[in-house]
């Protein structure tokens, strides 16, 4: 014959519901750390290029890996790598249009510039011509 006492009975079953909840939110707390760490991995990835960066062949996977469309403006530079005052007012306006926007897109766009043609037109469907 067992004997069970009811009072022991029930403070075990108290202390089994104590443990249970407090596993539960040790496993909540775990939960939300890791997905605090993929938010914060998931951020930095998005956000790691500054608002308007320049567009290079080396760049263009980095900016693709940030999940935005990337919005591109296609300038002139001359042999030497540099824009032609021209286009470098050009790209300030566009700057300054991003600037002014840029709450409104940031989370699902990337906008950048490029110097070369050749890069765009190598990822375009169609070729582009550079404005005059």
């Known amino acids: 014959m067992i004997i069970i006492d009811s009072e022991e009975n029930n403070e075990n079953a108290g202390f089994d519901e104590r443990v249970q909840r407090d596993l539960d939110k040790a496993r909540e707390e775990t939960q939300l750390e890791s ?3 993929d938010s914060l991995k998931t951020w930095v990835m998005r956000e790691r290029f500054p608002q308007f960066v320049k567009v290079t062949r080396g760049k ?3 900016l693709l890996s940030t999940r935005k469309l990337l919005v591109m403006c296609v300038l002139e530079e001359n042999k ?3 824009l032609t005052p021209d286009m470098e007012s050009f790209r300030a306006m566009i700057e300054s249009v991003v600037d002014a926007h840029i709450d409104r897109y940031r989370d699902h766009f ?3 510039w490029t110097g070369s043609p050749d890069l765009a037109n190598s990822v375009a469907m169609d070729s582009l011509t550079v404005s005059q």
């Open 35 to 37: 997905m605090k760490n």
């Open 110 to 112: 990337q906008f950048g």
């Open 80 to 82: 030497l790598g540099e």
């Open 60 to 62: 263009f996977s980095h």
